[in-house]
Nanobody, 124 residues
């Protein structure tokens, strides 16, 4: 069992930066792959980025490549999503997720554990 708690979402202006945090706890959570997903109003939940705790392997959605960056603080058991050059279309509830898997899964259905989400609103 893995517990995930997201934080950091807020209202920002287009072009601003924001860093989301995902605090992980539970048994053997460092053996899991960690993902970020988002869900905009009226839309399906979509993949944003994912990585292994080692930090060696990462994956990003095309829509965020070059703008969003994942990082890990092992001392704090926390995964971060640094979001730069934010656009209004980045507005969504952002969720942290975890799964034990080979590779870096990008499908929503692959992930077993989810946080409750944090809202990011980007004003134009």
């Amino acid at each position: 069992q893995v517990q995930l708690v997201e934080s950091g979402g807020e209202l920002v202006q287009a072009g601003d930066s924001l860093r989301l945090s995902c605090a992980a706890s539970g048994r053997d959570f460092r053996t899991y792959k960690m993902g970020w997903f988002r869900q905009a109003p009226g839309k399906e939940r979509e993949f944003v980025a994912a990585m292994a705790w080692s930090g060696v392997s990462t994956a990003y959605a095309d829509s965020v490549k070059g703008r969003f960056t994942l990082s890990i603080d092992n001392a704090k058991n926390t995964v971060y999503l640094q979001m730069n050059s934010l656009k209004p279309e980045d507005t969504a509830v952002y969720y942290c997720a975890a799964v034990r898997a080979f590779g870096i899964p990008t499908m929503t259905s692959a992930y077993a554990y989810w946080g409750k989400g944090t809202l990011v609103t980007v004003a134009s």
